[in-house]
């Protein structure tokens, strides 16, 4: 089975679902869960379209990196949309689309090919996000995504007239080859970090997340900050570690705006009041901790960071949004005590944000301990501070936040959990446990994700 | 010269976007914008006396001066998804209107 067919069914079972409205819903659901069971069935290979190879056709990448971003993108947007299929039966094509879009961010190999997906894949995000009834809102995230992938194009084409090719492989290869000094590709390589820096919420180039996540629902909460996060951090990190060469002076301005994304964001969520707002500040400091992660180099890690971050923030929106949108009120005061009745979502919130925070027997642990043990390994103390002090912030914020929504009081929100939700959390969150303690198959893993993996293949 | 005039137009499009607080007026600043950005992708393929890269009858000769056909594909692509985002833009522009009354993000009364 072609990796290929992750793409075209979800985009054909888009247009039949156009006819089929009534259906809609249930062709969604088939063809996520046959997307999730098909990958069993998959090569790793290189897929040549049009029987154009490599360096002058487009193709598309199926590697032991990009197979994990596509069981984990995959897995997550099933369980996102198996909680939501009554409510929002309406947008069932969109999710389609999207679903077909972020499969082929995952998948492909060819920088413009991957512009075309980041479209592809925001239409859909901006349309998903029109469910949250704030047009405003989606109006900024729409003209901050259509600046930042015209930026992207943009540096893009610059490497295209500096070293005739669009292929990532190929690309990596010719300036290597061609002994580009740093400062000739910094330009574009910036222009390309802006543009994805805008879809994966980095600090100078976020301000259409507050609008997006604090007025999110159950749906377009957990498909933004949890399914459309790892996607983009997955392909983020594709071009961090195969084809940009980030060096001196380009490296220190990087890392100077990822490590403010940090700071910032977990500074805000510290001072942020209302439960939507804490969990995307935390988002935001997250995203820049991947980014920061890939940065040094640590891909394993960086992917398992980027799984514990979707992972955690999957059970934290849909928790939190179902509640909200219940009680028509975001503030922590007013979800007090919102745990007494609901002992089981509790655990699952709780796990989540322990493991966000970084507990021991969580799977954040795991990976914030080995990144900062290869970071004291190389003799890099700064980061680790930075990367620790946060750390303690995000304990403080969600503690405290985790302390009023068990606090037992007189006056408890009311608040049901059907039984869907409360299995997909708790299996969610079992996962991040369970991953926690038993770190073999990971730190395995890990070590053996290498950066250019598909380069011998790719380009001959 | 070419791409003097597209790099104007970005920056155009970047001061329209920065400025205007008209809904209608940043959807028209993003087109300029876009523009700029797809006359600078077809210029990068521009060659001086340059003749269109099909092989026909009269140019049958690999030898002669093409111009680059990779950039015009990549526009064709870039035209078509900046004519997505715009509707999508228009569309959301609509519901703006029906929910604030007003095209003026400042009259709007939230940010």
Redesign the interface.
């Known amino acids: 089975m072609s990796a290929i067919l992750l793409i075209v069914v979800p985009l054909l079972a888009a247009f039949i679902s156009i006819m089929f409205k009534k259906a809609a819903p249930y062709i969604l659901l088939l063809v996520s869960f046959a997307s999730v069971v098909s990958l069993n069935y998959m090569p790793l290979e290189v897929i040549t379209i049009g029987g154009f190879t490599a360096p002058w056709g487009i193709n598309l990448v199926l590697d032991s990196y990009s197979v994990i971003g596509l069981y984990v993108v995959n897995s997550l947007f099933f369980l996102v949309i198996s909680l939501n299929t009554v409510k929002f039966k309406k947008i069932s094509t969109i999710l389609l689309v999207s679903l077909a879009g972020l499969n082929g961010l995952l998948l492909t190999g060819d920088l413009?090919n991957l512009f075309?997906f980041i479209?592809v894949s925001g239409?859909a995000a901006?349309?998903i996000t029109?469910t949250n009834k704030e047009?405003?809102a989606?109006?900024n995230y729409?003209?901050a995504g259509?600046?930042g992938s015209?930026l992207y194009?943009?540096g893009l084409?610059m490497l295209?007239?500096m070293f005739g090719t669009?292929n990532m492989t190929d690309m990596a290869v010719r300036i290597t080859a061609s002994g580009a000094s740093a400062s000739q590709v910094a330009f574009p390589f910036l222009l390309m970090f802006i543009g994805f820096g805008v879809e994966a919420k980095l600090l100078p180039f976020n301000s259409w997340a507050k609008?997006i996540l604090a007025t999110s629902n159950k749906l377009s909460g957990p498909m933004i900050a949890s399914v459309y996060a790892a996607a983009i951090g997955f392909a983020f990190g594709r071009l961090l570690t195969s084809v940009f060469v980030f060096s001196n002076t380009l490296l220190l301005v990087v890392t100077i705006l990822v490590i403010l994304s940090i700071v910032a964001g977990e500074a805000m969520a510290f001072g942020a009041s209302k439960t939507r707002e804490i969990l995307l500040f935390s988002s935001i400091a997250q995203a820049g901790l991947v980014v920061l992660v890939f940065l040094q180099g640590y891909i394993g890690w960086g992917v398992f960071l980027i799984i514990a971050n979707a992972a955690g923030k999957l059970i934290l929106f849909v928790i939190n949004n179902h509640a909200v949108d219940e009680l028509k009120t975001d503030d922590v005061e007013d979800l007090k005590g919102l745990f007494v009745n609901n002992k089981v979502v509790g655990v699952a919130f709780t796990v989540a944000s322990l493991s966000a925070m970084g507990m021991p027997l969580f799977l954040g642990f795991v990976v914030k301990m080995n990144v900062l043990g290869m970071m004291f390994e190389e003799g890099n103390l700064l980061m680790p501070a930075i990367i620790l002090i946060t750390s303690v912030v995000e304990g403080i914020y969600f503690t405290r936040l985790l302390v009023k929504l068990w606090y037992k009081e007189d006056n408890l929100p009311k608040v049901e959990y059907d039984f869907t939700l409360k299995y997909v959390v708790i299996v969610v969150a079992m996962l991040l446990m369970a991953f926690g303690m038993y770190t073999a198959p990971i730190e395995n893993q890990a070590n053996d994700l290498g950066p250019v993996t598909f380069i011998e293949r790719g380009i001959l | 010269m070419l791409q003097y005039a597209a790099i104007v137009l970005?920056m155009l499009g970047f001061y329209g976007?920065l400025t205007q607080r008209n809904?209608i007026k940043?959807i028209i600043s993003?087109n300029i914008?876009?523009l700029g950005?797809n006359l600078?992708?077809v210029s990068?393929g521009y060659v001086t006396g340059g003749i269109a890269p099909i092989f026909t009858s009269v140019n049958s000769s690999s030898h002669l001066l093409f111009v680059d056909p990779?950039?015009q594909a990549?526009v064709l692509?870039?035209i078509v998804?900046g004519v997505?985002?715009t509707a999508?833009?228009l569309a959301?522009?609509k519901?703006?209107y029906q929910?604030?009354g007003t095209f003026e993000?400042d009259e709007?009364g939230?940010?």
Request: overall charge negative.
């Open positions: 413009f075309v479209e239409i901006y349309l029109t047009p405003l989606t109006f729409l003209v259509t600046v015209s194009l943009l084409i295209y007239a669009l609008g | 970005i976007l809904i940043i993003l914008l876009e950005a600078f992708i990068v990779l950039p990549l692509t870039a998804i997505g985002t999508l833009g959301l522009a519901n703006i929910k604030y993000i709007m939230e940010e």
